[in-house]
């Protein structure tokens, strides 16, 4: 996209003057820092197609869901309205939205304690989004069911790729998804879905903001916990499963909301979807865009020796 387009965006958005649009580099979003006389801002829009792309509702419910969190004064960064009331920004298929730039860095070698802040913030979400539904609908889920049907259509991509040991690779994933299976009444809210390191930002000990809210639906709060186990404990450049961080991530977890007997008898399994349902995404990754050796080798290590990993760990809650 043109840097006049960007500036005809967000023109009618009281930002001042316009000193400087920038692209920034995501992992498929159309992105741009904007830095204007009143601030810095940040513009996202989804891409035109493929499984990032989000219809103007969808958008509509992620405003919704940082709205409710940031009236509870959690820490995110709501759209900005511009000056007809406006939040949602369109483009020829491309929908997202403008919010102040985020400022913080994420801590990508964390300490225990750090581990420990983050599981508080984590448990603490989780209390304000239990139950919540955002009124506009949520069409893009990653719960087991989903990713199951979706794996059906991607499997036949992987086959006819170049992705060494696809065979087995698919016969991994189909064993391990067809034997996940989690309780209706386990506690369910509009989750975030991708609370790795990047997503959560630091000054000093304090979280300045949660971002990235562009997978968020409503689902089971341990899918959530899942995916943030798999991103906060694993150490040495995902080679090592940790227990001690695991144990640090749920005590302060449950400073904020106590997990309950069945939610604790499902996180081994929902770690494991977690590794799966990445495992697939950095498989498709490299099939069918980065062509990276290293989005293969996390995709099969993600199987083979994260999956081990989990299996083996004791995951002790105390």
């Not at 483009?91 to 225990?112: D, M, V």
């Not at 391990?176 to 390191?197: C, Q, V, W």
């Amino acid at each position: 996209m043109q840097t006049e387009t960007v500036r005809a965006l967000i023109h009618n958005f009281a930002l001042g003057d316009i000193v400087r649009v920038t692209p920034v580099e995501t992992s498929g979003n159309l992105a741009y820092s904007i830095e204007a006389s009143t601030g810095i801002y940040f513009l996202r829009l989804c891409p035109e197609h493929g499984p990032r792309w989000r219809s103007e509702s969808e958008i509509q419910a992620e405003v919704e869901l940082l709205d409710h969190l940031a009236q509870h004064i959690f820490p995110v960064l709501p759209a900005l309205a511009d000056k007809d009331g406006k939040r949602v920004i369109t483009w020829e298929n491309h929908n997202g939205y403008l919010r102040a730039f985020a400022e913080g860095e994420p801590k990508l070698q964390p300490t225990l304690g750090e581990v420990e802040t983050f599981g508080k913030s984590l448990g603490t979400f989780h209390t304000l989004i239990e139950k919540y539904k955002t009124p506009h609908a949520r069409e893009h889920v990653w719960d087991p069911e989903h990713t199951k049907r979706y794996f059906m259509e991607d499997k036949e991509i992987l086959l006819r790729s170049n992705l060494t040991n696809a065979k087995e690779f698919i016969r991994i994933v189909e064993q391990r998804l067809e034997a996940l299976y989690f309780p209706e009444n386990l506690s369910a809210g509009t989750i975030h879905e991708d609370l790795g390191k990047r997503h959560v930002l630091w000054r000093d000990d304090t979280i300045t903001s949660v971002i990235d809210f562009d997978r968020a639906y409503y689902g089971k709060l341990v899918f959530d916990l899942g995916q943030a186990a798999r991103g906060w404990c694993f150490t040495d450049e995902w080679k090592t499963w940790s227990d001690e961080r695991f144990r640090a991530l749920v005590r302060g977890y449950e400073k904020a909301r106590r997990l309950t007997e069945l939610e604790k008898e499902f996180v081994r399994d929902a770690i494991a979807f977690a590794i799966l349902e990445r495992a697939i995404s950095f498989a498709l990754r490299y099939v069918l865009d980065t062509h990276d050796p290293a989005d293969e080798t996390f995709a099969w290590s993600s199987v083979t020796e994260h999956l081990a990993s989990i299996d083996a760990s004791d995951l002790n809650f105390t």
